[in-house]
C-alpha cells in the first residue's frame, strides 16, 4: 500500500493508548464536511510506500502501543490493507481500524482473522439520509450489516457522528441512536470547519455545549455510553 501521511505520535486517537497513525488514500464517500479532502480526492502530495512506515514501526517498537489506520476510506484498498494489518500486529502492536462502514466484508475478515483490536465507524446519518449526507450513493444494507457485525464481534468499537448541525437536525441523532440501539459507546463530534472538502460548508456549526450536553442525556438513553469530543 502507499500512504498520504503519517503521524509519529497520538494520544487522542486510541482510547488509552500511545499511538501512531497512517493514512490511507481514496474514500468512496464525499462528506461535505470531510477535513482529510486531499486525501479524498487522492491530490495528497505525501506519499509513503508500505515498506517505509512498516520499518517506521520497528524502530518505534516499545515506545508506542498501537497503530490507528485512518482515510480515506481505508476498506477500499481490500486484502492489501488486512496484509498491512498482519504485518503491524506481527511487529506486536495494536491496530485500531477507522471506516465508514461499507465494506462490512473487510471488516468481518478483519476480526476473524484477528488482525483489528479496535474498529471505530461513523455513522453519518440515519439511513434514509445516507445518501444526501455524504454525497454519493450508498448502500445501506452494508451500513446495517457492519452495525450489526460491530455489535455483535466481541473486538472494541465505538461508533461516532460529525455533527454539521445544519446537517444532522437532533432528531435526526435520536433516530441513529435507535438504529444503533445498545452499542457500546458513541460520540458526537463537533464539526470544525477549518480545511474541509465543501467550501460552502466553511461557514457551517455545530452545536453549542449545552446543545450537546443535552443531546449526550438523549443518546444515553439508546447506548451505553455517550461521549463528546
Ligand atoms: S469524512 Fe471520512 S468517509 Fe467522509 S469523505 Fe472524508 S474520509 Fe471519506
Redesign the pocket.
Known sequence: MIFGGLEKTTLIDYPGKIASMVYTIG?????P?????E??DETVETRIPEEDVLAFLKGRKGMVDALVIT???PTIHGEDLLSFMKKAKGIGLLVKLDS?GTNPDILEKAIKRKVVDYIAM?I?APFRNYSKT?AMPVDTEAIKKSISLLMSSGVPYEFRT?LVKTLTPPEDILEIGKQIKGAEAYYLQKFVSTKI?NPQFRRKTTYTDEELDDLQAKMSKYVKFCGIR
Open positions: 474514500c468512496n464517500f464525499r462528506c464536511f470531510c477535513h482529510n479532502p486525501l479524498v482515510g480515506g476510506e465508514n461513523d453519518k455524504v460529525t472538502l
